[in-house]
């Protein structure tokens, strides 16, 4: 987090309309009510955003990625809007199960998996699941006739801030090496998947894949292609704002029409479901001067809910509740966590106008890759989650 950054986060959350996204007398009573820290997840916000992705990508099935936040209130309220379910582990399958949710409406999208989780997802009756390699696929052989595969294939991305294509993800070459196998062993390969990599900048990466994709399939038309799945990585704004929605789902709408008819086509969203929908509420529980800067300390950090600043590299945009004067003057300072870790930082080098013990910080854009990280070291409690309605204003809310 720079200097500059903060400082113009703080700058703008200190006009007149501080905290414009919010509706900060509701915001205030929460904080008369819970103790900090907690998180609050406006499920307004999840049916907002899962309907402005749904209308940004008409015709693409949202399968929503668990692994970002797996609230069931959030689990609940997206099944009431039709949505459908990306699953990874047999964790999660027991969540959604005990949420009414039937494996049809799912995905297993783990490109590697032990023998028993395989079982569980069959069991459960979710039977598309994800390769991306030939050992793998040797573990389905078990399974021919019982199981629909969709191959993974990696498409390398610097515009992503954590790329995924890194980790999982065959090339485009080994493709006929697995279709030809799959085939010997009478096990159906339906599709192709990607994910060009959580936090997307640039749209480019994932329409180059997807054209790429396209072109696989046309070169190999001896397989029963019926499904795309163009993953995750649709990015919310953070510090740095991103392209509207609307706006980066345009060239990939335009590469989906390239496909060959008749591909179904599927996504995997999940920060951009989750990440707006949550802030975390922090006080600031102990304030030193060390050097020439001032140390404020809060009661969550990142071993907490702050955990995405270290796994999922994100800043978050932080605003003090209570108004202060943006023309004020600005003091050198860090805001701590609680932990007796020296890694325990939240923001360090920033310019904050003075604060005091007992003043309250708001972190905004939690929703992703957060609480799910979150750890209990030092037996620190996670901080708990109040789920709301209606604290955010859609309308103001920068996507
Ligand atoms: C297989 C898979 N699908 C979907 C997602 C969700 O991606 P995002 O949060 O970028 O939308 C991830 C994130 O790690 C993933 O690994």
Redesign the pocket.
Known sequence: MTKQTIVESFAELSHPDVLEEFDRASLEELVAKYETPFMVLDLSEVEYQYKSLKAALPGVKLFY?L??LSHPELVKRLKMLGSFF?L?TIGEIDLVESLGIRGEQCIH?HPIKKDKEIKRSLEFGCNRMVVDNIEELKKFIPYAGQVELIIRVSFRSKQAVVD?SRKFGCALEELPLMTDMAKQHGIDVVGLSF?VG??SLSPMTQANAIRSSAAAMKTMNSVNWKFLDI????PVSYQEAVLPIDDFCIPIMEALSELPEGIEVFA?????ISGPAMIEVVSIVGKAKRSAKTWYYLDDGVYGGFSGQMFDHANYPLAPLKPFDATGEFLPSVLAGPTCDSIDVVAEDIELPEMEIGDILIGKRMG?YTIVSATEFNNYPKPKVVVVEDIFDPDTESL
Do not use: I, M, W
Request: charge should be neutral.
């Open positions: 990625a692994k970002s990306d990874a999208t995924l994910h959580s936090q993953g995750g990585s649709f995997e969203p999940g920060r951009f992703a």
